[in-house]
């Protein structure tokens, strides 16, 4: 399966949960694809880069699947991080984005995508990865400007996930008018999350609060 994770406008928490996801799906015995198209998994996981090329280069060239695993780094025993690499974007050519879709699943278990902020109209090409996949899950904030960012996408999802944070005018039930479906998990920014993610930890010690949410995903 390639499960894309997205969200409207940046500092959702797209990249910490796509992570997550990936990370726990390891745990469950799975062998995983992290795919990176914002350029930040490598810091969040603490891995080192011994080369420059990713998922930006092979959209760019014409090459198959059985590629991808050249460009991959391992992560632990059972994830691979594809990192954005320097190609100059993800590019907008949609049979390559279906070609990747296609061609990750045929080597991994599940293909994981951090596609990071998704813009209005089919030729953005972070929506045409998005479009390409099997699943795909919006993150969102409580946030007037992201949830009006979010109505305007006209992005058939298959969950919503709601990062609440105390003080906001809005609620889970705003939100869900704005998508016009039902949000499917919920987790608190939390002190001890921005502390696994600040040290390095997040895959040595997991948060509890991000563990449930990727169950109740999964």
């Not at 939390?190 to 609060?209: H, I, K, Q, W």
């Amino acid at each position: 399966m390639f499960w894309s994770f997205c969200s409207a406008k940046g500092g959702a928490g797209v990249s910490v949960l796509a992570a997550t996801v990936a990370l726990r799906a390891a745990d469950r015995g799975q062998r995983v694809l992290l795919v990176d198209f914002g350029g930040d998994q490598p810091d969040l996981l603490g891995v080192a880069l011994e080369s420059a090329a990713g998922v930006s280069d092979w959209l760019g060239a014409d090459v198959g699947a059985d590629s991808l695993a050249a460009l991959s780094v391992p992560v632990g025993e059972a994830i691979d991080l594809l990192p954005l690499g320097g190609g100059g974007g993800v590019g907008t050519n949609p049979a390559r984005a279906v070609e990747l879709a296609v061609g990750a699943v045929d080597l991994w278990d599940l293909v994981v995508a951090d596609v990071g902020v998704v813009q209005p109209g089919p030729f953005d090409p972070r929506h045409v990865v998005v479009t390409a996949g099997d699943r795909t899950t919006l993150v969102v904030r409580s946030c007037y400007l992201g949830l009006k960012r979010a109505g305007r996408l006209a992005l058939s999802v298959d969950d919503v996930v709601e990062v609440t944070e105390g003080g906001r005018a809005l609620k889970t039930v705003d939100i869900e008018g704005v998508l016009g479906q039902p949000v499917d998990a919920r987790v608190a920014v939390d002190p001890m999350v921005a502390r696994a993610v600040d040290s390095g930890l997040l895959t040595a010690r997991l948060p509890r609060p991000l563990r449930r949410v990727a169950d109740v995903l999964a």
